[in-house]
């Protein structure tokens, strides 16, 4: 059974900084990509980065310059280090595994999802 545990969440002012983690544990294509999706209330969810098990990284423009994904494979866990935070990135975010398709930003292409973790940033 495939596990994906985020932390890291919480409540900070605009400009301020979080760092998430997603802990992966049991049996999956570790050779793949694990993404950070975010979805606030009403919209869709949509993809804030991705990170493949060989380094590779992709970032949605939203975020480019301010978030920064990493990975430490020994302890099967993937860091989203969040700085500069806007108010525009409240929501809950989730971590993601196992991808098969064509763009990392496409939730449905992802077998694994961990239970999410709220970020709020205030004005």
């Known amino acids: 059974q495939v596990q994906l545990v985020e932390s890291g969440g919480g409540s900070v002012q605009a400009g301020g900084s979080l760092r998430l983690s997603c802990a992966a544990s049991?049996?999956?294509?570790?050779?793949?990509?694990i993404a950070w999706f975010r979805q606030a209330p009403g919209k869709e969810r949509e993809g804030v980065a991705a990170?493949?098990?060989?380094?590779?990284?992709f970032y949605a423009d939203s975020v480019k310059g301010r978030f920064t994904i990493s990975q430490d494979n020994a302890k099967n866990t993937v860091y989203l280090q969040m700085n500069s935070l806007k108010p525009e990135d409240t929501a809950m975010y989730y971590c993601a595994a196992e991808y098969s398709g064509v763009s990392w930003r496409n939730p449905d292409a992802y077998k694994h999802w961990g239970q999410g973790t709220q970020v709020t940033v205030s004005p």
């Open positions: 990170i493949h098990s060989y380094g590779t990284t």
């Open positions: 049991g049996n999956y294509y570790r050779r793949n990509f």
